[in-house]
């Protein structure tokens, strides 16, 4: 799987919209782009993920540069529960559904 | 809907024994991945099991080995366990049947600690 690269941290305030960035340089043409978080104590959890185009759910919003050399991830109003680590993954589709984890990006909320 | 059940929740094994983890998917899915996360790190992806037989394989020696069973459910189990080994097991279910597969769904884990 292509690297990916997170900042080690992010701080917010409450309620604010959060930007979560991650760049993928080496992405090839079969890679889908996932965000899973891992809140403490628990296993990771999808968040959403994307190929090309802007995807949004009820959890986030995925925002692909139009080469695909980056992404963002938005949380339009964060809240303390928002709280962990954030994961960007590329997951080739050619070869399976294994996942390989960076380092993340944990996300600090304050109040 | 139940999600994905990992059992135990912890374990304290001694260096050279032998242990076995258990995880129920979620309801409906078919597929099992088994990651192992150190303090601090990411998780590592060990082995994934689809139709009863292992299907990937990430870099671990083969002391790591697994077995999935009819009803989905799947065991990972490590022999002469090492120091190094203590980390959090990581339990994610999917649905692979369709040929389509986006969300793995993760367990709470099981905790093990080498001594």
């Known amino acids: 799987d292509a690297k990916t690269t997170q900042p080690n941290s992010m701080e917010s305030n409450e309620e604010e919209p959060v930007h979560l960035p991650c760049n993928h340089s080496?992405?090839?043409?079969?890679?889908?782009i996932h965000w899973y978080r891992q809140l403490p104590s628990q296993g990771p959890e999808y968040v959403i993920h994307?190929?090309?185009s802007n995807v949004n759910n009820r959890m986030a919003s995925l925002a692909i540069a139009e080469d695909r050399k980056s992404s963002t991830l938005i949380l339009h109003r964060a809240t303390l529960r928002d709280a962990a680590v954030y994961y960007c993954?590329?997951?080739?589709?050619?070869?399976?559904?294994?996942?390989?984890f960076g380092g993340g990006t944990r996300l600090m909320v304050k109040p | 809907d139940a999600g994905v059940t990992q059992s135990p929740t912890h374990l304290i094994k001694t260096r050279g024994q032998q242990v076995t983890l258990r995880c129920s998917p979620k309801s409906g899915h078919d597929t099992v991945s088994w990651y192992q996360q150190a303090l601090g790190q990411g998780p590592q992806f060990i082995f994934q099991?689809?139709?009863?037989?292992?299907?990937q394989r990430g870099n671990f020696p083969d002391r790591f080995s697994g077995h999935q069973f009819p009803n989905y459910s799947s065991e990972l189990n490590v022999n002469a366990l090492l120091l190094g080994d203590s980390a959090l097991y990581l339990c994610a279910s999917s649905l692979v049947g369709t040929g389509v597969t986006y969300e793995q769904y993760f367990g709470p884990g099981t905790r093990l600690t080498v001594t």
């Open positions: 993954i590329l997951r080739d589709r050619n070869a399976g559904n294994m996942l390989t």
């Open positions: 080496t992405i090839s043409g079969t890679d889908y």
């Open positions: 994307g190929l090309t």
């Open positions: 099991y689809y139709e009863e037989e292992e299907r």
